[in-house]
């Protein structure tokens, strides 16, 4: 029996002259399974009590569908925004100099490091009625704070740097021989970008769109301020988990939990997917 | 009078202008003047107002029940982060790739879904619910339940930084450590910890930054009890909705004071370090 698990063992790892392995897999392993994999666990299990018909009716609910709608449509666009200027932020940032452009590339970074309820607050008063950019704004007969359109604001500042750092490497990394190239051929320099620099571009592009979009879809503190978070207009899904909770309808907080899980597993294959898939064509 | 012909790899120069125009122009629209707007409605009633609201005692909690909450969760994630790093990448096992995308995991959870979970579990009609409320133990609506929070939303940051860069440095080292007699801790503690000292303080940079201005995941698991379980972030909310508004961003600018240290202390790591942090740096 010992001597079956030890084969078993030696065929599943391969030796190593280094000690530890137990014990660090071990810890690893117990750390993981009680942090982050029981709970989720629970959550996953939870909604069922209900029953398939039952989960099926929390979702059907036409205050939930309005949140889900909001909570994914608005980070999609939040995406497409960051897509195209983050583009143009991360093409600066590696391609120009410019007096600044450290600070510039730092700044970058803010959403990472600023707390959400603080960018939340700060959004809020920025784009109120009376805001600096709010009263302008409404000149202009535009309502962002408290509508739908401020839930876009936040979540295009909360997905920025993810378009921008994961471009970065890749523009750095892009020799400019093909460029070159392109360009002795005859190409205009319009046509060499467009023909030549966005194709390479085009995996890292959607990569980038995708980690913000997934982010944006359960952003929390920094758009419940801004949003004005009224029921079927501006209420985001992560809020109505919130208030489920409060009513202590766990399982209905869970059932939408269970949706917004499902999303991010669906995010991180399909971004696997295209990391195995641009690969694997190189 | 020509002017020398544009290299061909370079943009018109009217090019450059309008995108570097838009490029700042984006950023300082929807980054600087956030972070601008905390600091001049904070300073909006003059220094001494924000300093009163800072000092006031429920502030003052939320400030020691952060630092507290950071304090247990950042040091557990860094131990996790070195011992998931130690098994990933010095040993080759099966499903090794497996491992480390469910480390990764809690990034794309949700925050408010992270701090569900516990209430799932340590709630009162939770699976241990009952339980906890024969010997009274109180998780959910108290420290442990945002400690645990806190470490679930920060779970990858440190083992993330750790894994690539170690996976870079390779075993040589530490093998020949091995082979000369050098014990497991002595190898780790001479030859490993020195060549990851920067990853390491790079990742716990992170960790922190979050761990201290987590608010979704906190929110749930805390039950906002003014002067007891509210963290920074939850005292900004609570006062915020009070029509607090200078006391709100007074504290909030502190939450921002921290993160623009953080990045300031993470590109000064990045630029003098940038070797001996991980090659890649996406988030």
């Known amino acids: 029996m010992t001597a079956a698990i030890a084969s078993l063992a030696a065929h599943w790892r391969n030796p190593s002259a280094l000690p530890g392995f137990a014990l660090s897999f071990g810890f690893t392993l117990f750390y993981l399974s009680a942090i982050v994999l029981i709970p989720l666990t629970a959550l996953v299990i939870r909604p069922w009590s209900l029953g398939f018909a039952g989960f099926w009716q929390i979702l059907a609910d036409h205050r939930v569908l309005a949140a889900l709608r909001l909570s994914f449509g608005g980070a999609a666009i939040a995406a497409g925004i960051n897509a195209v200027f983050g583009l143009i932020v991360a093409w600066v940032l590696v391609r120009y100099r410019f007096p600044g452009k450290r600070l510039l590339d730092a700044l970058v970074d803010l959403p990472f490091a600023l707390p959400t309820a603080v960018a939340g607050i700060a959004l809020s008063t920025l784009y109120a009625p009376h805001g600096w950019l709010g009263e302008p704004l409404s000149e202009l007969g535009l309502k962002v704070s408290y509508t739908p359109l401020g839930v876009v604001v936040a979540l295009t500042f909360i997905g920025l740097p993810f378009v921008v750092r994961t471009l970065q490497p890749v523009l750095s990394d892009l020799t400019q021989d093909a460029e070159e190239a392109a360009a002795t051929l005859g190409a205009t320099r319009l046509q060499t970008v467009v023909r030549v620099v966005l194709p390479t571009l085009t995996p890292s592009l959607v990569t980038g769109a995708t980690l913000a979009f997934a982010r944006a879809v359960g952003e929390y503190g920094s758009v419940i301020f801004i949003a004005g978070n009224l029921p079927t207009v501006s209420e985001i899904a992560p809020l109505l988990i919130i208030i489920k909770l409060e009513q202590y309808d766990y399982a209905g907080a869970s059932a939408i939990g269970v949706i917004m899980l499902t999303a991010s597993f669906v995010l991180i294959l399909a971004l696997n997917l295209l990391q195995y898939w641009t690969g694997s064509r190189r | ?283």
């Open chain 2, 1 to 283: 009078m020509k002017k020398p012909p544009r290299r061909s790899t370079e943009d018109h120069p009217l090019v450059r202008v309008v995108l570097s125009i838009v490029a700042i122009g984006f950023i300082g629209l929807f980054l600087v003047l956030p972070l601008t707007m905390v600091f001049s409605q904070a300073l909006s009633r003059g220094l001494g107002v924000t300093l009163a609201a800072i000092e006031e005692p429920d502030a003052l909690a939320a400030v020691r029940l952060t630092l507290l909450a950071a304090a247990i969760a950042v040091p557990l994630n860094a131990l996790f982060g070195i011992s998931a790093s130690w098994a990933i990448t010095k040993f080759d096992f099966r499903g090794k790739g497996f491992l480390t995308t469910l480390i990764d995991l809690p990034f794309s959870v949700s925050p408010v879904v992270s701090g569900l979970i516990y209430v799932l579990i340590f709630g009162l009609q939770g699976w241990l619910g009952p339980t906890l409320r024969e010997w009274d133990i109180k998780v959910i609506f108290a420290l442990p339940g945002i400690v645990l929070a806190t470490m679930f939303v920060t779970f990858p940051f440190i083992a993330r930084e750790l894994i690539p860069l170690m996976t870079d440095q390779g075993r040589e080292e530490e093998e020949a450590a091995a082979s000369l007699g050098a014990s497991g801790l002595r190898t780790f503690l001479r030859i490993t910890l020195p060549n990851i000292k920067w990853g390491l303080l790079y990742g716990v940079l992170l960790c922190n930054a979050r761990a201290m201005g987590e608010f979704g995941a906190v929110s749930v698991v805390s039950g906002h009890i003014r002067g007891l379980t509210n963290t920074m972030p939850l005292h900004v909310e609570v006062l915020y909705n009070d029509y607090q508004f200078v006391g709100a961003f007074a504290v909030a600018s502190l939450l921002a004071l921290l993160a623009i240290v953080t990045l300031t202390l993470k590109s000064f790591l990045e630029w003098h370090f940038a070797e001996e942090i991980a090659a890649a740096h996406h988030h």
